[in-house]
């Protein structure tokens, strides 16, 4: 007989839609269900089979499978003359030794008869299997299902009942395939919820056990517990019924007994089922890990227990990575949640959340979360209240768990333990028994898991924040001549690293570079992308290269960095002396321009370019007049673009977003991302750039050209305390005069074409600069009592705010900052 579906069925003649009018009905049928392990033995052994083989479970459990399962390849014939009975269709035997050895790589199914079957007071036994190879962790490795033939059709003659033969078939080849599935647990022994999950799943995805009564009329084997249960139920009744009404007493037999204790088990078992669905259902809504804490402990609070405290380790409360190791005394616990049903308030002073505390190894806790299994304790003994109390030292934990139940289940991923669960009920309610040691390590299993998940949702964020943070710039808010204001919004929770940034670079002559970048995709490629740009355009901006020059040398460099390297780049240099600005874009969308005058905004009209890494396409330098007050608004295009609409809408919603006046930069930003995230959902990163151009006028600016002669170095001191002292800055003319000295005394060594200049800008800070035709920079060194030279930068590192040297297109700059002096207010 073939296994799976015939070629040409309909699947309406697969679910059983063929003329046997008896065959829907005949698919629901109590089942014999036996699961054997590796070794050829039974681990499990349903109600179904005990009825069916006449074996009581605890003869059959540990029993070799092969002399108990009437399981052979074909139906047998009838027993030869010269054959003893109880020879033809024998039970398994060496069959099942062979499958197991083999791993039965797929399902197999046939008829056997067992004939004589003096146990079970019948002569014959006509039976219909199903065997179904296993893998996975667990120790089961065959799962065979077993029915009565002459349950399928009773009453119907011999011939019909030959033609009935087990098959398999997709279970979605029939209407109400959700429901069969769902009813497919139903039919295992006793068994946890995990176990039984893994075996329904490789049990519909080998195929579901199917009658087939011919080549296009099948039905599926469905699980009928009730029936003959509610059938024998029924004719118990009947039978006390008729004895009470002659006035005989009715004697329950000790199968009518075995009959309930099992009603009762199987009452309970589906009970703990349906409250772990429940559970499973209400808990990782969410993959906030406190949230998913809260969740945890409502879920069992009150219907399994009154009071639920949650204990994790501190590494994973503070979102660091998997912690190692077997717990020990030292290990710190944080107490992140207690969900009870006492008085409001009872469990706060004594047990507040958010304590960390270690527990000693004579305590049941010290015992689950070094051993991961369940620790139950029926009642806490006066002995035992004493020992935990000890642990919370002026604090009387003892009238809260006296005499109550208590469980203590681990909350375990990847078999390690990432907290743990205290569980208990109050002295009146039913003791914590054997079965709710295993609903709780089931339960726990499950919240381990969620927890785990959110755990590492939480670590991956944080790593991810931390990754963004250090790849973006900490700009100082105020530069010479302008204000700068910057925001990053990551484009989705689940992506919080991108290939967006923004950057500000202080150039010679009062100069600030503004640079905002968006490098193709999200997540860690493109964040390391984009650090390698974004270092290589600070690398290039110290040179002090015009706009077009560095996105040309930045095109080179990705198209050498690799293929995949393509970003949208805008660079501008803002000159506040001169108020103009210099421009050049790579494919990025356009700068806004709020002018201070009318407070009109308008998008800077730039040749567009190609983006960094196509190669071959030229980039040009725009001069845009500007004039102090004036604001620029960069941004990627995160911010302005929405899927199925036109990007020009954004960006139109962004000039008029741009123009709304604001009482600081701060603001202004804020006001931009709350207008345009009003449009919609955004899935892009988003960095945004502002610079209210202030300028420097020209009374802050002196400037000198000096020839390179010794005698140059005090005409420059003389000169800066002039200044100084006309600009009422008098007291820092001491370390101004002390380091112009020094670089004036270096630029004349060193300048070849014996022409300098010294600069002084006040704006902000008062910045001093000295620029000369040598392109070699300057470097610190370790001068000894006997050098000569190497003493004059160690004073300027010594007493300004800032230093640095930069090249530019002649020659270099040296250049130091000091902080101005406090204006004293009445």
Not at 441 to 451: K, P, T
Not at 604 to 614: C, R
Not at 730 to 744: C, D
Request: hydrophobic letters at 40%; a negative charge.
């Amino acid at each position: 007989m073939e296994h799976g579906t015939t070629a040409g069925e309909t699947p309406g003649e697969r679910a059983g839609g063929g003329t046997t009018g008896q065959g829907a009905a005949a698919g629901r049928i109590p089942l014999a269900v036996a699961v054997v392990d590796a070794a050829g033995l039974v681990s499990h052994w349903s109600t179904g089979a005990r009825r069916l083989f006449g074996v009581d479970r605890e003869q059959a459990v540990g029993s070799p499978a092969a002399d108990l399962l009437p399981v052979s390849g074909a139906l047998p014939e009838e027993p030869r003359q010269d054959e003893e009975p109880g020879e033809g269709g024998a039970p398994l035997g060496p069959e099942l030794g062979s499958s197991l050895d083999s791993r039965l790589p797929y399902p197999r199914a046939g008829r056997a008869r067992l004939h004589d079957v003096d146990r079970m007071m019948r002569t014959r036994l006509d039976v219909l299997w199903w065997a179904y190879p296993l893998v996975g962790p667990g120790p089961e490795r065959l799962l065979v299902l077993a029915a009565d033939a002459a349950a399928v059709l009773p009453g119907e003659e011999e011939e019909a009942g030959e033609r009935i033969a087990p098959a398999f078939a997709l279970h979605t080849d029939f209407p109400g395939a959700e429901d069969l599935a769902r009813e497919l647990p139903q039919i295992l022994p006793s068994m946890s919820v995990g176990e039984s999950t893994r075996i329904v799943s490789q049990v519909l995805e080998l195929g579901y056990p199917v009658l087939e009564f011919s080549q296009h009329d099948r039905v599926p084997v469905t699980p009928d517990w009730g029936v003959p249960r509610r059938v024998e139920r029924k004719a118990r009744k009947q039978r006390a019924a008729e004895a009470a009404a002659a006035g005989l007493p009715h004697q329950r037999t000790a199968a009518e007994v075995a009959e309930d204790a099992e009603d009762l088990e199987y009452a309970a078992v589906r009970e703990r089922l349906e409250f772990l669905n429940e559970v499973s259902g209400r808990i990782g809504s969410s993959l906030d890990l406190s949230r998913t804490i809260v969740e945890v402990s409502r879920a069992v609070v009150p219907r399994f227990t009154d009071v639920a405290g949650t204990y994790l380790r501190e590494q994973v409360v503070a979102g660091e990575g998997f912690p190692e190791g077997v717990p020990d005394e030292r290990t710190m616990w944080h107490r992140v949640a207690v969900e009870h049903t006492d008085e409001p308030g009872r469990w706060d002073d004594v047990v507040p959340v958010g304590e960390s505390m270690p527990f000693p190894a004579h305590t049941p806790f010290f015992q689950c979360m070094t051993t991961g299994d369940p620790v139950l304790v029926p009642r806490i003994s006066e002995q035992m209240g004493n020992a935990i109390a000890s642990q919370f030292e002026k604090r009387d934990i003892r009238p809260l768990i006296n005499n109550r139940s208590m469980l203590v289940v681990p909350l375990k991923a990847r078999n390690v333990v990432l907290g743990f669960m205290i569980l208990l009920r109050h002295a009146e309610r039913v003791e914590f028994n054997d079965m709710d040691r295993v609903t709780g390590a089931e339960l726990a299993a499950r919240a381990g898991l969620v927890l785990d998940n959110a755990r590492m949702y939480t670590y991956q964020e944080s790593v991810a924040e931390t990754l963004q943070d250090s790849m973006l710039p900490h700009i100082e808010p105020r530069m010479s001549g302008c204000e700068i204001a910057t925001r990053y919004l990551p484009g989705t929770l689940l992506g919080r690293v991108g290939g967006d940034w923004f950057d500000s670079v202080k150039l010679p002559g009062s100069r600030t570079a503004l640079v905002v970048g968006d490098v193709m995709g999200h997540g860690l490629n493109s964040a390391a992308m984009m650090g390698q740009l974004r270092t290589a355009v600070q690398t290039m901006a110290a040179l002090d290269l015009p706009p077009a020059q560095l996105l040309r040398n930045l095109d080179d460099l990705a198209q050498r960095l690799g293929e995949h390297y393509l970003a949208t780049c805008l660079y501008a240099v803002y000159d506040p002396i001169e108020g103009e600005l210099s421009i050049a874009n790579a494919g990025h969308i356009p700068p806004v321009l709020v002018r201070a005058e009318d407070g009109r905004s308008e998008l800077l009209e730039l040749p567009t370019g190609a983006p960094i890494g196509v190669g071959g396409v030229p980039f040009e330098t725009v001069r845009v007049p500007v004039s102090p007050g004036d604001r620029l608004v960069m941004c990627t295009d995160g911010l302005v673009e929405m899927r199925g609409e036109d990007i020009g809408v954004g960006l139109a919603a962004l000039c008029e977003s741009a123009a709304h006046p604001a009482a600081s930069m701060d603001d202004a930003c804020d006001t931009i991302i709350r207008s345009l995230a009003s449009r919609g959902a955004r899935k892009d990163d988003v960095a945004l750039l502002m610079a209210r151009l202030s300028g420097v006028r020209g009374q802050d600016v002196a400037r000198w050209r000096l020839p390179a002669e010794p005698r140059e170095a005090g005409r420059a001191r003389r000169a800066v305390r002039e200044q100084l002292a006309a600009w009422g800055l008098s007291t820092l003319s001491e370390s101004a005069e002390l380091m112009v000295g020094e670089l004036v005394a270096n630029a004349v060594v060193h300048s070849p074409s014996g022409s300098l200049e010294l600069r002084l800008v006040r704006s902000g800070t008062l910045l001093c600069e000295v620029e000369d035709d040598d392109h070699t920079l300057p470097t610190l060194l370790n001068a000894g009592p006997a050098d000569e030279f190497g003493r004059g930068l160690r004073v300027v590192s010594t007493l300004a705010r800032q230093w640095g040297t930069s090249r530019t297109s002649t020659g270099k700059t040296v250049w130091f900052e000091l902080s101005l002096p406090r204006r004293r207010t009445r």
